[in-house]
């Protein structure tokens, strides 16, 4: 498993730092847009649609994340929509810093389509509407999803080396609390790393507010990980899908990603589009 998840990762990563660094916006969001239809299959899988609700939630999450970033670029439109991607990404931050651990601390196990289909939604489109906005300054959006990638990294090999005592068993039983202290102390470290070389010159209270954001973009990376783990447990699911050899899904692969930059883009943008 392991071996096949660092070949997946060799294969994707190159083709998705060339896509952030070098390929126009347009081309970003419309590559991003792929990845999220894909796993806005697999989430109506989860929910138990058939193949034709499959199909039209995945139509609707590409036609609506499509329009908002489409009246971005138009310039008769982009105050409204610098608004509404403002109000979408906020509405994305109050989901995952309060609808999420409710849910998952209370296990409620939700059986209508329509607001699973509704968290599904909130899931995908503002992330994808972050990811793409926070493209046009690409080292940025590198050093973000960097946070986020390392947290994932060092939970998963220091919860398989020094994990005893399991983290949310209910809802992920494979997590640990030696994990989640992996990924935030690995995270602290990136993050003295930057404060003492790239931002050698900071104020101190600049320096202070980015170990904050860290902190708080690894909590939430976490919430979306626990969070699609507990919507997959109540499908009765292992994996999201199988697209991705050593990783599951399309939707395994990025659920960190769409808790953690929607607040992100807010933070370090202020949602400009």
Same mark, same amino acid.
């Given at each position: 498993?392991?071996?096949?998840?660092?070949?997946?990762?060799?294969?994707?990563?190159?083709?998705?730092?060339?896509?952030?660094?070098?390929?126009?916006?347009?081309?970003?969001?419309?590559?991003?847009?792929?990845?999220?239809?894909?796993?806005?299959?697999?989430?109506?899988?989860?929910?138990?649609?058939?193949?034709?609700?499959?199909?039209?939630? &995945?139509?609707?999450?590409?036609?609506? #994340?499509?329009?908002?970033?489409?009246?971005?670029?138009?310039?008769? =439109?982009? #105050?409204?929509?610098?608004?509404?991607?403002?109000?979408?990404?906020?509405?994305?931050?109050?989901?995952?810093?309060?609808?999420?651990?409710? =849910?998952?601390?209370?296990?409620?196990?939700?059986?209508?389509?329509?607001?699973?289909?509704?968290? #599904?939604?909130?899931?995908?489109?503002?992330?994808?509407?972050?990811?793409?906005?926070?493209?046009?300054?690409?080292?940025?959006?590198?050093?973000?999803?960097?946070?986020? =990638?390392?947290?994932?990294?060092?939970?998963?090999?220091?919860?398989?080396?020094?994990?005893?005592?399991?983290?949310?068993?209910?809802?992920?039983?494979?997590?640990?609390?030696?994990?989640?202290?992996?990924?935030?102390? &690995?995270?602290?470290?990136?993050?003295?790393?930057?404060?003492?070389?790239?931002?050698?010159?900071?104020?101190?209270?600049?320096?202070?507010?980015?170990?904050?954001?860290?902190?708080?973009?690894?909590?939430?990376?976490?919430?979306?990980?626990?969070?699609?783990? =507990?919507?997959?447990?109540?499908?009765?699911?292992?994996?999201?899908?199988?697209?991705?050899?050593?990783?599951?899904?399309?939707?395994?692969?990025?659920?960190?990603?769409?808790?953690?930059?929607?607040?992100?883009?807010?933070?370090?943008?202020?949602?400009?589009?």
């Amino acid at each position: 498993m392991l071996r096949e998840r660092l070949i997946t990762v060799a294969v994707l990563l190159p083709l998705l730092l060339g896509l952030m660094f070098f390929a126009p916006n347009p081309v970003w969001t419309a590559a991003i847009g792929v990845a999220v239809v894909l796993a806005a299959v697999e989430w109506a899988r989860l929910c138990a649609l058939p193949g034709i609700g499959q199909a039209l939630f &995945a139509a609707l999450v590409a036609i609506s #994340g499509t329009a908002l970033f489409v009246a971005g670029a138009l310039p008769a =439109w982009r #105050g409204a929509s610098h608004t509404a991607w403002q109000a979408v990404l906020g509405l994305a931050v109050v989901f995952w810093a309060a609808a999420v651990p409710c =849910w998952l601390y209370f296990g409620w196990r939700i059986r209508q389509r329509a607001l699973l289909l509704l968290a #599904g939604w909130m899931v995908l489109v503002p992330a994808w509407l972050a990811t793409s906005a926070m493209q046009k300054t690409p080292l940025v959006l590198f050093l973000t999803l960097c946070v986020i =990638w390392l947290a994932d990294t060092a939970a998963y090999f220091v919860g398989r080396r020094f994990g005893r005592r399991k983290l949310a068993p209910a809802i992920s039983p494979g997590k640990t609390i030696e994990g989640l202290v992996g990924a935030y102390a &690995a995270v602290l470290l990136y993050v003295m790393l930057i404060a003492i070389f790239p931002l050698a010159g900071a104020p101190l209270g600049e320096k202070a507010a980015l170990v904050v954001f860290a902190m708080v973009l690894t909590t939430l990376s976490v919430a979306g990980d626990l969070f699609e783990s =507990w919507i997959k447990r109540q499908a009765g699911a292992k994996d999201s899908g199988h697209l991705l050899p050593g990783h599951g899904g399309v939707l395994d692969r990025i659920d960190s990603v769409t808790a953690a930059m929607p607040f992100a883009a807010l933070y370090l943008l202020h949602a400009r589009p």
